[in-house]
């Protein structure tokens, strides 16, 4: 069967750029530090917006925010603040945009200690979790796990950053896989989220 004959997630509607996202992006598993610190963020500025809204600004995202070099976020002051504010290319919200400034230095200290991955990941004991929804309907906006990942960012200091937020997150880069059972790219992530191997050091839940 070609993708154009494919059944999909009935979220991922007509749009050739959210399309792709669907079938390249969502529920794959990422544990690489820097691409989930991007998504996290993406998903803090997502909040009262639609995903698609991000997804057209994701490459100005980039550039505003340094490629989100945690790094080079943190040491941002009032003055490119005050650029961002101006920035049409994304989303001009103080309060999300002084967020990623601060989720940048709260990510620093958690890498700098037990590794962010690692850190995210212990929350699904290291592997992604199968689901077998067969209708969107059945789908929870939030988890226990999402809710316990909420409140352990809360208290390293990260912000916009609830547990209908962290579900979003989690379901985007592969914690759990969330395509529909008759999407046919549900076999292929539960293919992928077997193969990967278990991160080192992650905060198991046992």
């Not at 999407?183 to 839940?205: D, I, T």
Request: with cysteine; proline share 5%.
């Amino acid at each position: 069967m070609s993708k154009a004959q494919a059944t999909r997630c009935p979220w991922a509607g007509s749009d050739p750029l959210y399309i792709a996202y669907h079938d390249e992006e969502w529920g794959v598993p990422k544990t690489d530090s820097r691409a989930l610190f991007e998504k996290l963020v993406l998903e803090g500025f997502q909040a009262g917006l639609a995903w698609i809204t991000i997804l057209r600004k994701r490459e100005a995202f980039r550039a505003a925010f340094d490629n989100f070099d945690a790094e080079a976020m943190a040491r941002y002051g009032q003055r490119k603040v005050a650029s961002l504010l101006k920035d049409e290319g994304i989303v001009r919200h103080r309060g999300k945009i002084e967020a990623a400034i601060s989720n940048a230095k709260a990510f620093l200290e958690l890498e700098s200690g037990p590794g962010f991955s690692q850190f995210l990941w212990g929350f699904v004991d290291g592997k992604p979790k199968q689901n077998a929804y067969r209708q969107m309907s059945d789908m929870p906006a939030v988890t226990p796990e999402s809710t316990a990942m909420a409140k352990a960012l809360k208290s390293n200091g990260f912000r916009f950053c609830g547990p209908t937020t962290l579900h979003a997150f989690m379901q985007s880069v592969g914690m759990v896989n969330d395509h529909l059972t008759s999407c046919f790219r549900h076999a292929e992530c539960a293919k992928l989220g077997k193969a990967q191997p278990r991160p080192r050091g992650s905060m198991l839940r046992g």
